[in-house]
C-alpha cells in the first residue's frame, strides 16, 4: 500500500507530460510486439526451412532477423529519449514546488533542518530520482509488455511446460520485495548523510576564515570523514541489495532454464513436442527472464527512489506561514507588545521574557543593550520571522496575526547586520524589492545610501556581477547597497539591524542626513551601535537579558538609568 501511496503521489507530476508519455508508452509496446514475434517465428521458420528442408529460404533467415531487431532498437530509442524527457520534466516540476514550499514554511523549520539538508532535499535526492524514476517507467511499461507477450507465446505453444518454467517465479517475486525494503531503508540514510555533506560543506565555505584561524582543520576533518564513512557504508549496502535482485533472477534463470530443457527434453523424446515448438518455448522462457531481472531492478528502484522520496515528503508535510485576510496599512499609531516571551527552541532558554512595549510610528527607535540582550530577537517578530509562544503584538490594534502575511512583510525594509545580496548584477539586487523602478528611482536611492560613487567607478557599473553574498564588495560597500534597495522601496517601517556598525564616519553622516529625510514619514527601528544613532532617537528602549529595563530619550536615560549611562559611557569610548 505504501509503494501504491507514493506512486500516486509521483505520478500527480505526470500530467503535463501524459502526450509524450503515451507516445512512449506506444514505442514500447510496437518494440515488445516484434520482440514476442520474433520468438514466435522461430517455430515456423525453423520447421519450413530445416525439418521441411526448403534451403533456398535461408537465405532470407539473416535478412528477417537484422530487419526486426533494427526495428526493436529503434523504437526502444525514441521510448527511452521520451521517458527521459517525461521524467526530468517532473523532477523539475517537483524541484519547482519544493523551492516554493521553501519559501512559504516558517523559517524556525528551515533553521531546524539547517542549510546542508534543506539543499540536499531540493537538489540531490531528486537528483535520485530523477535517473531511477525514468529508467523504472521505461522499464516498468516495456519489460511488462514483452513479458505478457512472451507468456502468451509460450502458453500458446505448451503451456504446461511453461508452468514448469514459472515455478521459480515466487522466489523471485519474495526475493525482490525482501531486498527492496531494505534499499529503501539504505537510500534514506544514504540521503540523511548526504545532507551531512552538504553541511559541513557549506560551513566550510562560510566560516573559513574562522576555520583557518582556529587551526581546527584536525577536528573538522574527522567530522567530514565521518559522514564520508557513513554515505560510503549506506551506498555500499544500496549496490548490495540492488544488484542482489538482479542475481537472484539470474539464479533463477538457470534453474528455470534447466526446467524446460529437462522437461521439453522428455516430451521430444515421447514425440509430443515438435524441436522447432521447443525452441520457440525455450527461446521465450529464456527471453522473460531478462525483462523478469530488469523488473526485480525496477522494483527495488522503485524503493530506493521511495526512500529519497521519503525525505522530500518531510518538506512537502511542513506546516505553512499562515496569516489572516487583512491587508496590512501602513502604521499610524505603531506597534504594541502585550505580556510577550519568546523561545527559539524548546530546550532553549526564553530570548524575551514578558515584554510590553510600544514603538510609536513616524519615529525614530533605537534598541539598544548588550550582546544577547534580545534586540535582533526582537525585531524578527515584527515581520513574523518567529511568532512569540505567549502574548501578542499589535499593529494600531490589530494583531499580527490578523493580517496577510505578505502584505504584512511588505511594510518593512530591513538591512541586516550581514546584508545579503544575491548572486547578480548590481541593479537586479536593487529593483528586487521594487521590479517597476526607473533608473533616476534607483540613481535617487544610491545617492541618498551613498552608494553612487562607488558603483560608478566599477568598470561594469551597475551591471557589475557581486558573486555569491556580495564577496566582491567590501562590508560597508555591501551595506550601502542594503541600505539603497531599503530606500527604493520607501517602506513605512525600515529596520536597521547594527546595520552601522561596519560603515565609515563619512558614510555615517551621509546616513544619518537621509535619516533626517526619513524621520516622520517612517518608522526607523534601528539596533544601535553608536553615540551619534543613539543620540538622534526620538525614543530608547534599553534591553538586558530578554527584558525591556529602561525607555525614553537619551536625556531621560541618562538621568533615570545607571546601566544605560554605562552603556553610553561604552559607546562613548568606542
Not at 18 to 30: D, G, H, R, S, Y
Not at 341 to 359: D, E, Q, T, V
Not at 553 to 567: A, D, M, V
Amino acid at each position: 500500500m505504501e509503494l501504491l501511496f507514493f506512486l500516486k503521489e509521483i505520478l500527480h507530476y505526470l500530467k503535463p507530460f501524459w502526450k509524450k508519455f503515451l507516445l512512449a508508452l506506444f514505442f514500447a509496446i510496437l518494440s515488445s510486439l516484434l520482440t514476442g514475434f520474433s520468438t514466435w517465428a522461430i517455430k515456423p521458420i525453423f520447421n519450413y526451412v530445416f525439418m521441411e528442408k526448403h534451403y533456398e529460404y535461408f537465405k532470407f533467415i539473416p535478412i528477417f532477423i537484422i530487419t526486426v531487431f533494427t526495428l526493436i532498437g529503434g523504437f526502444s530509442l525514441l521510448q527511452a529519449y521520451l521517458m527521459k524527457s517525461v521524467s526530468t520534466g517532473m523532477v523539475n516540476f517537483i524541484r519547482l514546488d519544493l523551492f516554493k514550499k521553501c519559501l512559504s514554511i516558517p523559517v524556525s523549520y528551515l533553521t531546524h533542518y539547517g542549510e546542508g539538508q534543506t539543499i540536499s532535499r531540493v537538489i540531490n535526492d531528486t537528483a535520485q530520482i530523477e535517473p531511477i524514476l525514468g529508467d523504472n517507467f521505461q522499464t516498468f511499461f516495456k519489460e511488462t509488455l514483452t513479458v505478457i507477450t512472451l507468456l502468451g507465446v509460450a502458453f500458446y505453444q505448451k503451456w504446461d511446460l511453461t508452468l514448469v518454467a514459472l515455478s521459480t517465479m515466487p522466489i523471485i517475486v519474495f526475493g525482490s520485495k525482501v531486498l527492496g525494503v531494505k534499499t529503501r531503508k539504505a537510500r534514506r540514510l544514504a540521503q540523511s548523510a548526504t545532507g551531512e555533506l552538504t553541511q559541513k560543506m557549506n560551513e566550510l565555505t562560510r566560516g573559513i576564515k574562522e576555520i583557518k584561524i582556529s587551526g581546527s582543520y584536525e577536528k573538522l576533518s574527522d567530522l567530514f570523514l565521518k559522514e564520508l564513512n557513513r554515505f560510503y557504508r549506506w551506498s555500499l549496502k544500496i549496490t548490495k541489495y540492488r544488484e542482489g535482485s538482479k542475481s537472484l533472477v539470474d539464479v533463477m534463470t538457470g534453474f528455470g532454464g534447466a526446467l524446460v530443457i529437462g522437461y521439453g527434453g522428455y516430451l521430444i523424446i515421447k514425440n509430443e513436442l515438435t524441436p522447432g515448438a521447443f525452441l520457440s518455448i525455450l527461446t521465450a522462457i529464456l527471453l522473460i527472464f531478462n525483462p523478469l531481472r530488469k523488473l526485480a531492478r525496477s522494483y527495488t528502484g522503485l524503493k530506493e527512489v521511495q526512500g529519497a522520496w521519503t525525505r522530500i515528503q518531510e518538506i512537502f508535510e511542513l506546516p505553512e506561514e499562515k496569516g489572516g485576510i487583512l491587508k496590512a496599512f501602513s502604521p499610524s499609531k505603531g506597534f504594541l507588545f502585550k505580556n510577550v516571551s519568546f523561545r527559539y527552541s524548546p530546550n532553549l532558554p526564553l530570548a524575551l521574557k514578558k515584554i510590553n512595549l510600544f514603538l510609536p510610528a513616524n519615529k525614530v527607535i533605537a534598541l539598544v543593550g548588550p550582546s544577547g540582550a534580545g534586540k535582533t530577537t526582537l525585531v524578527s517578530l515584527l515581520p513574523r520571522f518567529y511568532d512569540p509562544q505567549e502574548g501578542e503584538i499589535y499593529l494600531d490594534g490589530h494583531s499580527l496575526k490578523e493580517f496577510d502575511i505578505l502584505s504584512l512583510r511588505n511594510l518593512f525594509g530591513i538591512v541586516l547586520q550581514e546584508p545579503f545580496l544575491f548572486n547578480l548584477s548590481i541593479w537586479d539586487n536593487l529593483i528586487m524589492v521594487k521590479p517597476e523602478a526607473t533608473k533616476e528611482e534607483v540613481i535617487e536611492a544610491c545617492r541618498l545610501a551613498m552608494a553612487y560613487e562607488f558603483i560608478e567607478k566599477l568598470p561594469q557599473g551597475y551591471e557589475t556581477i557581486l558573486g555569491e553574498e556580495g564577496f566582491s564588495l567590501s562590508g560597508g560597500q555591501k551595506q550601502r547597497l542594503a541600505l539603497a534597495r531599503v530606500f527604493l522601496k520607501k517602506p513605512p517601517v525600515i529596520i536597521l539591524d547594527e546595520a552601522t556598525s561596519q560603515i565609515d564616519s563619512l558614510t555615517e553622516v551621509a546616513i544619518h542626513q537621509a535619516l533626517d529625510q526619513l524621520r516622520g514619514k517612517h518608522t526607523i527601528i534601528i539596533i544601535a551601535h553608536r553615540l551619534s544613532t543613539v543620540k538622534k532617537a526620538d525614543k530608547i528602549i534599553l534591553l538586558d537579558k530578554g527584558r525591556v529595563v529602561a525607555e525614553g530619550t537619551h536625556e531621560e536615560l541618562l538621568i533615570k538609568s545607571p546601566f544605560y549611562k554605562n552603556l553610553y559611557q561604552s559607546f562613548h569610548k568606542d
